[in-house]
């Protein structure tokens, strides 16, 4: 989704702001763009395509400038192109604006401006309506003017906005859609993210949704929506700057794969004390409480939906509550059968994702109750539940989720187990013996880690092929699913995951000679029966990749290739058998020569519907 970043300060705001969006381009992007006061007046500079193509035309102009405003778009109301890239301006040129976001009630926004003020619209966004409403109420106070315009607008948007009358100040907006500021010594930055300002500052303030921003060099003000100044606590960032950087790796997807043992670990040991108890910070469920508990609903998109399936599998084993999986778009339109015994969990990476957010924002209207599990603190999704757990997976910049799965994966078994240990359903062996096998995954994880000749080897004799498919039975169904988004979104490679045992009810017809189908065959009371699907595939002349547990020689007889995870408890497999099938996908997609990192179309958070 898009970015903003803004500066105001000593520094050559330029290089700033460029900076910033550049640590911002994870979030996917089609075009960006700069507005800078240039000596009394506002230049803007915007490009279709990447951020070096908006470097390479500035860097002959030598722009120095201490106040500017940045942002990286990623289109929703007009093609991708120069004139609806951001910043926007009003006619004279004396306010620059940018935006994250979705200005519903845009239309009828534009055809008063134009019917009215004969305002010459230049572009197809929505976003441009907002700078034309800010020079329509300005009178010389652009703070003023701001409030003004947002009591007219509806959706969801993240602004800021400069004006050549008061070059010293910027004044932004956060509505349901991520802005954070960073304060610095005579200098302030305003940022959709945390890795743009990490460069600057460690010190943030959080900004609630339906506040107003005034920066100027000198501070910073939060106003309310009443226009009243609001006290905020500074957040201190404690990751380094360098968890947001490549360490050497080729992409950020490897290197994120390569983090899951700490992932994991840090997720996993932080919340076990050393008898192995379970102590959830940010999550209060009491015994009480779990007693009225009668429904679970998981709720997500994607990959963190995968996670979920996952999490109804641990849940209803280990805690015995009946669980409701469903995908966010979905579950906010229709009517989920909720009251205040029910409890909804939503899974997300960002925190960000609109549906996510629209599903959480209708179960809590219906009186549930709000756990969360996230990676990114202070998101919107977090600070909207009751209840918080967070997956410490670090800052995760490839747009396709690896690290933040497996410790979505790592939460939701924690979570089942302290719901099970709560109830008293759970025995103390059975519980003893999930712990360890929990604790063993870190270093199961990097042993996958440490030989990647196998998996780099199927990649190169499949990359080619225009298809593939997955299949598994259990809990692998869940991370066929898994394995197969991940391929399908970093190498373009159209994939298909199916529960094997639908195989002969339809998609079989499409297996022929050559057709690459991986075989996830890690649970033991499945493996006769996954199997014989491999038989039924290979028939037809498929080239099949089994995984399966290292003790399961037997699938060699008919696989093509074998992928080994280490020996577990068939209830673990999900966070072991993942980390190939990321490995897979991604060199695949090397092999391609897909852009890994930032896949075509797609963005790393999805801030709109
Ligand atoms: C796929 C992927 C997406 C996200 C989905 C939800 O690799 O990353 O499917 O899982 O867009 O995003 P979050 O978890 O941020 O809510």
Not at 428 to 438: A, C, K, N, T, V
């Amino acid at each position: 989704m898009c970015g903003i970043v803004g500066y105001i300060g000593n520094k050559n705001a330029c290089d700033v702001i460029l900076d910033g969006l550049n640590k911002l381009e994870y979030r996917g992007y089609d075009s960006s763009g700069i507005a800078l006061n240039m000596n009394g007046k506002i230049e803007v500079h915007k490009y279709k395509g990447r951020i070096k193509n908006l470097i390479e035309k500035l860097a002959p102009l030598g722009c120095n400038s201490q106040l500017g405003i940045g942002h990286t778009r990623w289109a929703t109301h007009g093609a991708p192109s120069d004139k609806n890239a951001h910043p926007h301006s009003n006619e004279s040129g004396s306010i620059a604006l940018v935006h994250n976001g979705i200005i519903e009630n845009y239309v009828q926004l534009r055809e008063w401006l134009i019917k009215e003020y004969n305002v010459n619209f230049k572009s197809e966004t929505d976003t441009e309506v907002i700078v034309h409403l800010i020079d329509h109420f300005y009178e010389g106070d652009l703070l003023d003017a701001v409030y003004k315009s947002i009591a007219k607008m509806k959706g969801a948007y993240a602004i800021g906005v400069i004006c050549s009358h008061e070059p010293d100040k910027i004044v932004a907006v956060r509505k349901d859609s991520p802005l954070i500021v960073g304060l610095g010594e005579d200098e302030n930055i305003i940022a959709s993210d945390i890795p743009a300002l990490l460069k600057y500052t460690r010190k943030v303030y959080l900004i609630n949704n339906d506040e107003v921003v005034l920066l100027t060099k000198e501070g910073v003000k939060i106003f309310n929506e009443n226009r009243e100044q609001v006290q905020r606590d500074i957040f201190h960032v404690t990751w380094d700057a360098e968890a947001a950087e490549k360490e050497g790796y080729e992409h950020f997807m490897l290197k994120e794969i390569n983090e899951q043992p700490k992932g994991i670990d840090v997720t996993l040991n932080r919340r076990l004390d050393e008898n192995g108890r379970i102590s959830l910070d940010g999550i209060q469920i009491t015994k009480e409480d779990l007693e009225k508990i009668n429904k679970v609903y998981i709720v997500a998109c994607g990959t963190a939906y995968h996670a979920g399936l996952v999490g109804k599998f641990a849940i209803e084993k280990f805690a015995q509550i009946p669980v409701d999986v469903d995908i966010a778009s979905e579950f906010r339109y229709r009517e989920p059968f909720i009251d205040e015994n029910t409890l909804f969990i939503a899974i997300s990476q960002s925190g960000e994702t609109l549906d996510t957010l629209a599903a959480l924002r209708e179960a809590k209207r219906r009186g549930a109750r709000v756990l969360t599990i996230v990676n990114v603190v202070g998101s919107s999704v977090a600070r909207e539940s009751d209840d918080v757990f967070y997956t410490w997976a670090g800052p995760e910049i490839a747009v396709a989720s690896t690290k933040a799965y497996t410790t979505q994966l790592i939460s939701m078994y924690l979570i089942a187990l302290h719901m099970a240990v709560t109830k008293n359903v759970i025995k103390q062996d059975y519980y003893d013996l999930l712990i360890s096998e929990l604790k063993a995954l870190p270093a199961k994880v990097e042993k996958i880690l440490e030989n990647t000749d196998t998996i780099q080897e199927i990649a190169k004799l499949n990359f080619e092929k225009q298809h593939a498919f997955f299949i598994g039975r259990g809990i692998d169904v869940a991370v066929a699913l898994e394995a197969s988004l991940k391929l399908k979104e970093i190498s373009y490679i159209n994939s298909f995951a199916i529960a094997a045992g639908e195989l002969k009810h339809g998609t079989i017809a499409l297996i022929e000679e050559g057709t690459f189908l991986t075989a996830i065959a890690t649970q033991d009371h499945l493996f006769e029966k996954m199997l014989s699907n491999i038989q039924e595939v290979k028939a037809r002349g498929a080239f099949v990749l089994g995984v399966a547990k290292e003790g399961n020689k037997q699938i060699e007889q008919q696989a093509n290739k074998v992928i080994y995870i280490p020996d577990c408890i068939d209830e673990v497999t999900p966070i072991l058998s993942v980390v190939p099938m990321q490995l897979l996908a991604y060199y695949m997609s090397v092999l391609r020569g897909c852009d890994v990192d930032k896949p075509k179309n797609l963005a790393k958070s999805v801030t709109v519907e």
